[in-house]
């Protein structure tokens, strides 16, 4: 069974476990539980995207799906790249620094953006690159980046659940690594292509090139 599709997945999971006791709902819960890791875990280029969003305030809502941010920049002449600080310290900026025209510093605080210094200029937009949620998948032929192209780490995530679930602790552990590992490999070469702009002639474990 190709690991193409959600239905292709939740096929192939009895089959690799080989167990034939499984409900469609228990599978579905495996895959859960993998694809919940992955949007916990995984930073992989894959997930970046962009958008614009408009500062109204001193906070505003993150985008739909915000996992992390990698960097924002005010859409002014000249861009102006906002700095990452954590929200104490933007709150600290707020409570030291005078306000200015635009804020400086931006740090993720809970489901909102917050901003430092506290600004007095007119409403402006900014740009982010920030990680999103992969897109979830419940029919059998949806599909989504990451399955695309890793789509033994949704299979390796899932039997860690399902071997969990059965309190087979050794498969648990076993699959638990392999799924750890891949997880680190990609994070890990997804960083060097960022950093060092060479291009991967080598394919991921379980990947799709």
Same mark, same amino acid.
């Given at each position: %069974?190709?690991?193409?599709?959600? &239905? @292709? ?13 499984? =409900?469609?709902?228990?599978? &579905? ?11 916990r875990r995984l930073r992989s280029n894959l997930l970046l995207t962009s958008s614009t969003?408009?500062? +109204?305030?001193?906070?505003? =809502? ?8 990698? *960097? %924002?920049?005010? #859409? +002014? $002449?000249?861009?102006? !790249?906002?700095?990452?600080? $954590?929200?104490? &310290? ?13 804020? =400086?510093?931006?740090?993720?605080? @809970? +489901? ?8 007095? @200029? ?10 999103? *949620?992969?897109?979830? %998948? =419940?029919?059998?032929?949806? $599909?989504?980046?990451?399955? /695309? ?18 309190? /087979? /602790? #050794? #498969?648990?552990?076993?699959? &638990?690594?392999?799924? @750890?590992?891949?997880? !680190?490999?990609?994070?890990? *070469? /997804?960083?060097?292509?960022? $950093? ?7 394919p991921y474990q379980g990947g799709v090139i």
């Amino acid at each position: %069974m190709a690991l193409t599709t959600y &239905g @292709g997945l939740i096929a192939a999971i009895p089959l690799w476990a080989t167990y034939t006791d499984l =409900s469609a709902a228990q599978l &579905g819960e495996f895959v859960a539980w993998a694809d919940q890791e992955i949007a916990r875990r995984l930073r992989s280029n894959l997930l970046l995207t962009s958008s614009t969003v408009t500062l +109204t305030g001193e906070t505003i =809502s993150q985008p739909t799906g915000f996992l992390a941010m990698r *960097r %924002m920049y005010l #859409n +002014t $002449t000249p861009r102006k !790249e906002l700095q990452t600080t $954590t929200p104490e &310290g933007a709150m600290d900026l707020s409570s030291r620094i005078v306000s200015g025209t635009y804020p =400086s510093h931006i740090a993720v605080e @809970g +489901t909102t953006f917050r901003f430092a210094p506290i600004f007095t @200029g007119i409403t402006t937009t900014a740009t982010a690159l920030y990680y999103k *949620r992969q897109a979830a %998948m =419940s029919a059998d032929s949806d $599909t989504n980046v990451v399955l /695309d192209a890793y789509p033994y780490l949704y299979l390796y995530g899932a039997l860690e659940a399902l071997f969990s679930f059965k309190e /087979d /602790d #050794n #498969n648990a552990d076993r699959y &638990g690594q392999k799924f @750890g590992a891949l997880i !680190e490999d990609i994070n890990t *070469r /997804d960083a060097k292509d960022v $950093t060092s702009g060479a291009l991967q002639s080598t394919p991921y474990q379980g990947g799709v090139i």
